[in-house]
């Protein structure tokens, strides 16, 4: 026979005959919303990618101490990259009497290739807020723009012609920022940006200049990837690469935790939907009890009927999913229309990995939580076509449900990316279920002792809590997963978002003042305390280059990892410290002890760090300084929490180690930027200490934050509508019996109000299990996700319990009212004869 | 029509073999503290072409007696051929399968299937079978039964008469051996109920078709050949 052309059949009769709506629009919720989500953050994702690429200037960026091979940027324009071209170098520029020494970077039109240049008018006495424009291309050739240090350094202003080498170049605008500006601590203030056409006639670039020539390519990701990949093979020992990836660790972190956030925001719209499709599922295997039950009758063979619910499923999930997917892309569209505007950035075309994960979702949810209690359908006795009250036994079978939580711990950690937050995620879940049935059935128990006298709402409410026992159990744990999921995500968004944006304090220090000499810091501190700043914390540094590792000379070649290979062609900054820093913390090994002096020089590695090189505690570094070799044994590994932007370092020595090597000291304090004219004082106080200016990737990370913030807050959105599809599913599962017994009670004199009222009592008490489930569950995943996952300490706080119950009781009762409505108001005969 | 022949011809042919034999039927429920008897010894040989009342007050065993006959329900002790076939030796997938090409059945409360047409409804069984001309025989048997301009109704459109017709023409579209019905008229009004009854005797005598009916109505049961009483599960003369 041909089952699937009467599955096709019966799938379509069910559907025009509304048997399929409930279930269907859970689906497509759910899947709509994790393929919203999923286009959405994926878009978002791509643009904080592109975003931070601005740091950058582009999406990558080769530089080189010699020209740079016309192949590169051939090969770029190849693969339909946009190109451009930077060459940068220091040099002195005069203005009548007044020299600068000046960071100098010529641009070629396109650039900046990512981010935008901002312009500024000359400041006038009164105002400190002067507008910002947008520059259009690059300074035309015969022109230059200088940035404020310049400016004051040489007391010009726009329209006065300043010489920089050969030529007599006329200044025509305040650069007030650049996109690219302190990306990787080389950043030299102040800077002056010129065409590069000019370059030449300047005279400036001499052999044995120091110069850094640069291309800058930015387009689509994958063929940048491919660029990338084509590039790392031939790049020359004194040519590098860098994505913004490998420029800042801030940012990396940042940008881990953004899409952490994201796909947690995610995932709990799928739990919530799950919820809704178990709920729904009820309510269609109740109903399709009768109709299994006369297809035995008339023949139907149990495999007969598990095919034909196979394939209707099956199908049904597929026509679902794919509506959900093209609902998700138009919600995406529009959303990111205004999105977009709203946070400022243009967002790049989604690809098509999301839909897929819409559809896998929809398919793993219905097959996964409704096929398995549906294939017991199967087994309904056929004798119930004259027995009516013969039911299946099993609807709520645990392993059905099993099954289906295990498809789904599949899909967290495929859409987590990360197995430990989608293990702990599903056994968070999983918990909590087998919890909420637990304490569920003992608190119906308790209703069962405490059986109130009379007519009351109360005593009606309680019987149908008691009657409806397994259903209501079910009920309310549905109700609070999907409230618990809401929770956590409220959790999530307010104390863990702000406990991020709280580490990233408004006063972070912006300013880094490297190659302190010894001599130096006693008049340093004095000129802090002169200007009211707080003494910050001073380190010594000392520049070394890894040579061997366990005596084995390190070779570049050991590592294929690009990233590697960055870290070990640079030289290391060493520091020492008797203190483990705040924001560090030891992950393996011992910090040394002052009183306990070991035998070999003691070496702590960033964990990271060590990662990447493959390095391991016990392993002995031989390095190079400028005053001979040096070695270390890793006794300790450590964490660095780089969004303090504190100074920090990847190798830390015990003091007294690195006495007879020549050191040089580093600070970072907060600065406001209205202050910035201190900065001139310092220079002329100490011409030889660099200013490092990190405000802008401050700037950039928090303004990241704020966009994943409102973003997560577009997604919880989803997980509402999500939500209200569960509350919704959850009232419709006990509909038919509601309409049934409101036609008796109304026949036996009962009133609309007294009905209502006794109802209300019944959603309040689910609608409460469910809040204390949900308050409960949300306030340990909150603090399990916070501590495991996005390691932020978080404080469960007794306003989530309050909240969850009130949200559980007024959400469900109204929610349950307003879907009973219109059972209350029809005639009883009518819907006694629909039964029938 | 040819079709109609075979069948009456087959059925005469059969005419001195029992269609329905059951030999010591007996049907215990456990209510948890005793064991409740509702069916007690009931020996039955049905010929073919037959018709049969089987009567009695509620909670007599009636439905019961209908259940185990048609193979819905398992005996604690005793066996039912149909047709030949021991059905208690064969399993759950067999009875239905055997159920689908035997027997036809009519219900009290009508049992169609709310979310199918009436067409549908009358296609359901032939689908089920992997009938390839399930459409033209299900409207055949809808005009049969009068309801010709009703085919694309959903049961809910649909009068009690009207669906128990709806029933009549299912029970019958597969060319059943036998037809079980369960109070037929239980939930029809006199005259409606006197329809039913008229059309379904009527089709009943054209495909000669053995009939197992279960009914309170007397008139209904004094159109029978014979009639089986049953008092607290036992049968009586």
């Known amino acids: 026979m041909n089952m699937i052309r009467l599955s096709a059949r019966m799938l379509l009769r069910d559907w025009r005959a509304g048997e399929l709506h409930i279930l269907t629009l859970a689906l497509v919720i759910a899947v709509s919303g994790v393929a919203t989500v999923g286009f959405f953050s994926d878009r978002v994702q791509k643009a904080l990618v592109r975003e931070s690429n601005q740091l950058l200037g582009g999406d990558l960026l080769v530089t080189s101490d010699s020209p740079l091979l016309p192949a590169y940027a051939e090969r770029a324009r190849k693969l339909e990259l946009e190109t451009t071209s930077l060459t940068r170098f220091p040099s002195m520029v005069s203005f009548e009497d007044n020299n600068l020494l000046t960071g100098i970077k010529a641009v070629a039109p396109g650039y900046p290739l990512r981010g935008v240049l901002k312009l500024a008018d000359p400041p006038t006495d009164d105002t400190a807020i002067r507008p910002v424009r947008m520059a259009h291309g690059i300074p035309r050739p015969g022109t230059v723009w200088i940035d404020e240090k310049v400016m004051t350094g040489l007391k010009v202003t726009v329209g006065d012609k300043i010489e920089v080498g050969a030529l007599e170049m006329m200044v025509t605008a305040l650069v007030a920022s650049e996109p690219d500006h302190s990306v990787g601590f080389v950043s030299m203030n102040p800077r002056l940006l010129m065409n590069e056409e000019d370059l030449a006639a300047t005279l400036l670039i001499q052999p044995g200049s120091r110069v850094s020539y640069q291309l800058l390519v930015a387009g689509d990701e994958h063929r940048v990837a491919k660029f990338r990949r084509w590039i790392d093979d031939r790049l020359a020992p004194n040519e590098r690469v860098e994505g913004i990836q490998d420029a800042r660790p801030e940012i990396r972190s940042a940008l881990d935790r953004a899409s952490k956030f994201l796909s947690l925001a995610a995932l709990a719209s799928v739990v919530v939907a799950a919820a809704a499709v178990a709920l729904a599922t009820r309510r269609f295997i109740q109903r399709h009890l009768d109709g299994c039950a006369v297809m035995r009758c008339l023949g139907a063979t149990e495999s007969d009927l598990m095919r034909l619910y196979l394939y209707y499923f099956v199908m049904l999930g597929t026509a679902a999913s794919l509506l959900g997917c093209v609902f998700a892309g138009l ?495 029809e005639p009883p005969l009518l819907t006694l004869k629909k039964i029938a | 029509m040819a079709k109609h022949l075979s069948t009456e011809q087959s059925t005469l042919t059969n005419n001195s073999q029992p269609i329905i034999q059951a030999y010591d039927l007996t049907r215990e429920v456990d209510t948890g503290e005793t064991m409740l008897t509702i069916l007690q010894d009931i020996n039955l040989q049905v010929r073919a072409g037959e018709s049969i009342a089987v009567v009695g007050a509620s909670g007599s065993g009636k439905s019961t007696l209908l259940g185990l006959l048609a193979g819905l329900d398992v005996p604690t002790h005793g066996t039912v051929y149909l047709d030949g076939e021991d059905i208690f030796k064969l399993d759950e997938d067999e009875r239905a399968e055997l159920r689908g090409r035997l027997l036809g059945f009519m219900f009290q409360s009508f049992q169609l299937l709310p979310s199918l047409t009436a067409l549908e409804n009358v296609m359901l069984p032939l689908e089920l079978s992997g009938a390839s001309n399930a459409r033209e025989a299900a409207q055949v048997w809808l005009t049969r039964v009068g309801l010709e301009n009703r085919v694309k109704h959903y049961p809910k459109q649909l009068s009690g008469g009207e669906q128990q017709r709806v029933a009549i023409a299912r029970a019958f579209v597969t060319q059943p051996k036998m037809l079980f019905a369960d109070e037929p008229t239980g939930n029809l009004d006199a005259a409606t109920g006197a329809q039913i009854i008229e059309l379904m005797f009527e089709i009943n005598r054209e495909q000669g078709t053995t009939l197992i009916l279960v009914t309170h109505d007397e008139h209904l049961s004094a159109r029978c050949s014979r009639i089986i009483k049953l008092v607290a599960g036992r049968a009586v003369d």
């Open chain 1, 331 to 825: 919600a995406q569209e529009v959303l990111s229309h205004w999105l977009a505007e709203l946070i400022g950035i243009q967002l790049p075309l989604p690809t098509a990995l999301p839909a897929m994960q819409g559809m896998l979702t929809g398919l793993v949810l219905l097959l996964g939580f409704s096929l398995p209690p549906l294939l017991n359908l199967r087994q309904v006795p056929a004798l119930r076509v004259i027995r009516r009250d013969l039911e299946l036994t099993n609807v709520h079978s645990l392993a059905g449900y099993g099954f289906g939580l295990a498809m789904l711990s599949t899909l967290f950690i495929w859409k987590a990316g990360s197995l430990m937050l989608g293990i702990m995620i599903m056994l968070g879940f999983l918990l909590a279920i087998v919890l909420f049935g637990l304490f569920g059935l003992l608190l119906i128990r308790l209703f069962l002792l405490a059986r109130p006298q009379g007519s009351s709402p109360w005593s009606y409410g309680l019987a149908n809590i008691r009657r409806r026992a397994i259903p209501s159990l079910v009920q309310a744990t549905a109700l609070g997963l999907g409230l618990m999921a809401l929770l956590t995500l409220t959790l999530t968004r307010n104390d863990l978002l702000q406990d991020w944006q709280s580490r990233l304090p408004e006063e972070a220090p912006n300013r880094f003042l490297v190659n302190i000499q010894p001599d130096q810091q006693a008049a340093l501190m004095t000129f802090f305390d002169e200007h009211a700043i707080v003494r910050p914390e001073i380190f010594p540094m000392v520049r070394a280059r890894l040579m061997k590792i366990n005596d084995q000379a390190v070779s570049l070649d050991d590592y294929p990892d690009p990233r590697a290979k960055q870290m070990v062609n640079r030289e290391f900054n060493l520091s020492w410290t008797d203190t483990l820093q705040q924001d560090n913390e030891i992950v393996a090994g011992h910090w040394w002890k002052a009183d306990v002096i070991s035998s070999e020089p003691e070496l702590s590695m960033e964990v990271e760090f060590a990662k990447t090189l493959g390095l391991k505690l016990g392993d002995r570094l031989t390095f190079y300084t400028g005053g001979g070799d040096f070695s270390a044994t890793i006794t300790s590994l450590r964490t660095v929490d780089w969004d303090t932007f504190h100074v920090n370092f990847f190798a830390v020595v015990r003091p007294g180690v690195l006495d007879n090597y020549p050191a040089s000291y580093v600070t970072s304090f907060y600065l406001p930027s209205e202050r910035a004219r201190i900065l001139q004082d310092l220079v002329r106080a100490f011409p030889n200490i660099l200013i490092i200016d990190v405000a802008t990737v401050i700037e950039r990370v928090q303004s990241m934050i704020e966009q994943v913030t409102r973003a997560i807050e577009f997604v919880f959105l989803f997980t509402l509508l999500a939500g209200f599809a569960v509350m919704y599913a959850a009232i419709a599962s006990t509909q038919d019996e509601r309409i049934y017994e409101a036609a008796i009670f109304r026949t036996l004199g009962a009133r609309k109000q007294q009905l209502a009222r006794a109802w209300a009592v019944e959603f309040a008490i689910l609608g409460a299990l469910a809040g204390i489930f949900a308050a409960a569950g949300a306030s340990v995943l909150g603090y399990l996700i916070g501590k495991y996952a996005l390691h932020i300490t978080y404080t469960p706080n007794i306003w989530i319990g309050l909240v969850g119950i009130l949200v559980g009781v007024v959400g469900v009762t109204v929610v349950g009212l307003l879907g009973t409505r219109a059972t209350l108001s």
